[in-house]
């Protein structure tokens, strides 16, 4: 670095100046907040190292070659920018930090200068040996290097302890603590010991070097630590982590153990108001459990920033185990609430935690009328959390009878919420139990159904629910309805015929809608589209004959496979089908030119007649198929074995749906066997 004479000239572009003036003990420093041009200095030239030790001063081991007069010092912005953070480390003095040699260290002695290097995180080379673990090379770096290289903090605020403690290096530890008590012997104060200042310093985290070990799970650096200063256990860093909470909540149950052996009374609170005792139910640690539980049993009652106490996750995650420990303690935590006024026993039921609800209800049966900030129950919980085995098991319960019609602060019931939020096997459960109350209204006179209807959903599902909450109506359900009609006598269509049923009957909320006017014109051509397209196909299969025709002989023209009994069956379902679909086609065009009574007369007869075609047209293809795949073995039922899986699932589905149309006289039987199938739970 050049030293400028203040009386020559000084032409070096990029100059900074700083004034410098002379500090008793061998030092200068510099004001930062001064504004001095040119500087000079006596000295033609000479080498300087800085160290920031303040905020606002730099400070410079002062070389013999200036004497102790006031000088300014000159320089190039860039070399001040180097100088004043240190020299960078000379990369053979980093690897014989790093690999421990000290023959380096010791030509080194010569210049006492370069120790005072850093790396560009600030990083001294007490840091660098502690973080490789060299012993010996830190303890004569230490010798070596001044006092406040000790306890130096790099650029994340880390001490050579800190990074010891992060390295897991005990020895380093050990003898950092050993030499502190030396060098702080004579700082005392009222309240702490010198050495402990070092170990109770902090990184821009918050962290102590406790912190560190713990977080690395360094189980001997951490005694080692407690043993200095217990107190170390009560620091907490800037996220408000306690080593107790980190060493739970990293799974370290041995660390966890040991400071709460060690400290007397150690801080437990982690992040988001969390303690400990959470993160122990988190981990299911449950040997940490017992012991936080036996010396803090505050603990049970302290809740995060959700209001949520440690019970809460035992009952959320299902810890039956922390569950019972935390009531033989305090059977009173049961009833803690959370900010939004739900208790333990509310999230077990909606997660479906039922040994927990046993638990809970065993302990403090009449925990079970508690109810959130909405006047939700318990039952109502679990029917938001869509937990059919919640429900269930509290409709079994006896005690708990009074919660199957008890209505929240909106005056809906379980129904309600369960028909809001189309939870269908919930709406199941509840609708087939005789002491729900189906025509419960809420404060909107709504029924579930009336709720439920506003969806208009469609579907298997859902038209379960309307068969089961069918003409279960409120006050606002009819008002609906009323609606509706007056929009039908606006319509144009009003004169078709039909029209006056709508209006006489009530809604039956589910059912099919009444195909009248227009609706019913497109039906009708829709069944004159697929009775020509099924007559046009059985019609080519006819004379497109399996195996073909006889070519010569008596019996030319004959088809070849005329006398298996397959083939038989094909003719005779083809025959079906085409007489079927062209009985259907003369029923609908052959009325086409009279009044609407006359084309719709005859609409369900000619529906039969095209689902019969349908079927005739499936078996035809069968067999078909069979005749001709006959020798192939299994392949040849395989159509029979599709088709006849096919039929079955058409009619099961028809048989068994809640809105599907009665015909043929079996309305009586269907619904018994649908009902007997939704009270079984099988559909």
Known sequence: MEIVDAWGPATTEHMIKIPFRNKPGGDFFIDEETDKR?????VASVEVLATIQEESAVFFPLPPSIPPVPFLLFCKQSEFTAASGSAWMDPQLYEAARSGKLDLLLDIEKNITLLSQVTPKRNTILHVSAQFKQL?????????????????????????????????????????????????????????????????????????????????????????LLEADPELSRQVNNAEESPLYIATAKEFPEIADLILSTSSSPFHGGTNGMTALHAAVYYQLYGTLKKLVKKRPEMIKEGDILGWTPLHYAAHFGNENAVK?????????????????ESALHIAASRGRITVMKELLRSRPDCCSLSDNKGRTVLHAAVLGGQVISVQYILDDPQLLGL?????????????????????????????????????????????????????????????????????????DMRAWVDDVKQTLNKETEELHGQSRAVLDPPR?????????????????????????????????????????????????????????????????????FCSAVAAVYLQFGTAGGGWYERVRFANVAMVLIFIAILAMVLAFASGMYVVLAKSGCLGVTAFTIAGCFILAFCLWWFVDPLGNPGLGLRALRKTVRNLLFRCGII
């Open 509 to 577: 909320l589910g059912r099919r809608p009444d195909h009248s006017g227009p609706e019913k014109g497109n039906m009708l051509e829709i069944h004159l589209l697929v009775s020509v397209l099924i007559a046009t196909v059985t019609f080519a299969a006819a004379f497109t004959l399996p195996g073909g025709y006889q070519n010569n002989g008596k019996d030319e023209g004959m088809a070849v496979l005329a006398s298996k009994i397959a083939f038989k069956v094909f003719f005779v379902f083809d025959t079906v089908a």
């Open 325 to 341: 420990l935390f009531l033989k303690k305090d059977s009173s935590s049961a009833y803690l609430q959370d900010k939004d006024g």
């Open 136 to 224: 010996e090379f830190f303890k004569m770096a230490t010798r070596l290097s001044p006092p406040s290289l000790f306890d130096s903090p790099n650029s994340k605020g880390d001490t050579p302890l800190h990074v010891a403690a992060w390295a897991g290096c005990p020895d380093v530890v050990s003898f950092i603590i050993d030499k502190a008590s030396g060098i702080y012997a004579d700082i005392e104060d009222s309240q702490v010991k010198g050495h402990k200042k070092l170990l109770r310093m902090t990184n821009e985290d918050g962290d102590n070097p406790l912190h560190c070990a713990v977080r690395n799970g360094h189980f001997q650096v951490a005694k080692l």
């Open 404 to 476: 199957v019609n008890e209505a929240d602060g909106e005056g809906n019931t379980p129904l309600h919420l369960a028909a809001l939020h189309k939870k269908y096997s919930i709406i199941a459960i509840l609708a087939r139990d005789d002491r729900v109350d189906i025509k419960a209204t809420n404060k909107k006179n709504l029924t579930p159904l009336g709720i439920y209807h506003k969806y208009k959903e469609t579907g298997f599902a859902a038209a379960k629910v309307y068969f089961m909450l069918e003409e279960k109506f409120g006050v606002q």
């Open 38 to 42: 040119m500087v000079s200095s006596p």
